[in-house]
């Protein structure tokens, strides 16, 4: 498996963090984060980041490298995520990439070229999307690039807007930017997926769970250092139901059930993207015993690292 990079990817609350570790320990390897909330400094209990004493020493890279008022970039992520698996590598080590944010794991994974920002062009499209709604911008990217348009869920707004801002800046449509599946080294994909009523009810366990472990607290900590100014970290789900609760706006109760519902959106999101991709071998990760899992994982790694 020399020069190999594993993903662990798939929807929220299937075990990608625990099945990362699991084969870095078994594989000798290192786990890159690429989920876009855990990347914050403080972001815990809300992000289910993995305490230190549960890496058992295995190393993790893309974790708390920003400040919560700093916003997080794909293309800054791409950079940094490509080092650190070069890095690996150069260890003699295998870079276990790993997360539920679809786009940063392209980033990381695949040939994607990731077309230029500028905020100012941001800022207008924005002002215009809260003026306007995002019907009026789909409708104008659906006249400058309808194969954009097709592929950006109608609701999404922040897309569009990038869309939008893509096509102001380059001239090109955003959709020539969209990234292709082809690897940037050999990789193996392995994603978790179970049965949705089963882990419709882990998302309330676990939004519940944050709750009880502090979720509150943790925000208000973080609104000491900043968080409302940051525009990425206060929209996370949970913070910004924790928000809710310490601006008095949401009862403790209600913010436990928006959670949970919106954890559930982004789940469907996530199934969708990653069931997409026709690289990615699927396991369930509550079909038997977690052993019996990570034993089939290794093989089914160590099978297509060989023959890859």
């Known amino acids: 498996m020399e020069r190999l990079v594993v993903g662990v990817v798939g ?33 815990d209990i809300g992000t289910a980041k993995v305490p230190l004493e549960g890496r058992h020493g ?61 905020p100012e062009v941001r800022a207008g499209l924005q002002e215009r ?75 309330d366990r676990r939004a519940s769970g944050m709750f009880d472990a502090g979720l509150v607290d943790e925000t208000r900590g973080l609104v000491a250092l900043g968080l409302r100014e940051g525009r990425t970290a206060s929209r996370a789900v949970g913070y910004a139901q924790a928000l809710a609760v310490i601006d008095g706006t949401a009862t403790l109760e209600d913010a436990v059930a928006d959670t949970a519902l919106r954890t559930r959106r982004l789940v469907r999101r996530q199934e969708s993207w990653f069931g997409a991709d026709p690289r990615i071998g699927w396991f369930d990760p509550f079909a038997g015993p977690w052993d019996s899992l990570v034993d089939r994982v290794v093989e089914h790694v160590t099978h297509n690292g060989a023959h890859g």
């Open 11 to 43: 929807p929220t609350a299937t075990g990608k963090s625990d099945l990362a570790i699991a084969l870095a320990q078994r594989l000798r390897g290192e786990v890159v984060g690429a989920d876009a909330s855990q990347l914050y400094r403080g972001m």
């Open 58 to 118: 295995i190393p993790h890279h893309q974790l708390d490298v920003l400040d919560v008022t700093q916003e997080a970039s794909v293309a800054a992520y791409q950079r940094h995520a490509r080092d650190d698996i070069e890095a690996v590598l150069g260890r003699g080590a295998l870079p276990v990439v790993a997360g539920g944010s679809g786009l940063y794991v392209r980033a990381a994974l695949d040939r994607l070229d990731i077309p230029p920002t500028d």
């Open 129 to 203: 999307l809260d003026r306007e709604g995002v019907a009026a911008l789909l409708a104008e990217l659906r006249v400058a690039d309808p194969g954009a348009a097709e592929a950006i869920q109608p609701n999404n707004g922040r897309r569009v807007v990038r869309a939008l801002e893509v096509i102001a800046l380059t001239g090109r449509p955003f959709s020539a930017t969209m990234p292709t599946r082809e690897f940037v080294r050999p990789t193996v994909l392995v994603g978790l997926r179970t049965d949705r009523e089963a882990l419709d009810a882990r998302i």
